[in-house]
């Protein structure tokens, strides 16, 4: 059983940046492949970023590649998703996931957190 628990959404101005993370409860989070999702109103929830259970791989969404990072320190059980050059089609609730297997695939991941809400003003 892995909790999942979002932090460090807000509101904030295009061009801006957040650091989201994603704390995870339970001894297997260093197994875990981690994914970031997010939902945006009125739309389904789409994949963001995921990376390996190791640190070594990452992916990301076309539509964040070059501004998005993530990241996971295992030692602390974390998993970080930063945002920078933030534009205002970033609005949603941004969901970090834990699974088996590194995917783009929503359903791959067996445990999800609560969500934490991203505002871009433009």
């Known amino acids: 059983q892995v909790q999942l628990v979002e932090s460090g959404g807000g509101l904030v101005q295009a061009g801006g940046s957040l650091r989201l993370s994603c704390a995870a409860s339970?001894?297997?989070?260093?197994?875990?492949?981690m994914g970031w999702f997010r939902r945006a109103p009125g739309k389904e929830r789409e994949f963001v970023a995921a990376?390996?259970?190791?640190?070594?791989?990452?992916y990301y969404a076309d539509s964040v590649k070059g501004r998005f990072t993530i990241s996971r320190d295992n030692a602390k059980n974390t998993v970080y998703l930063q945002m920078n050059s933030l534009k205002a089609e970033d609005t949603a609730d941004y969901y970090c996931?834990?699974?088996?297997?590194?995917?783009?695939?929503?359903?791959?991941?067996?445990?999800w957190g609560q969500g934490t809400q991203v505002t871009v003003s433009s």
């Open positions: 996931a834990a699974g088996g297997t590194v995917s783009t695939n929503v359903y791959e991941y067996d445990y």
């Open positions: 990376i390996s259970a190791s640190g070594a791989r990452t």
């Open positions: 339970g001894r297997t989070f260093s197994s875990k492949a």
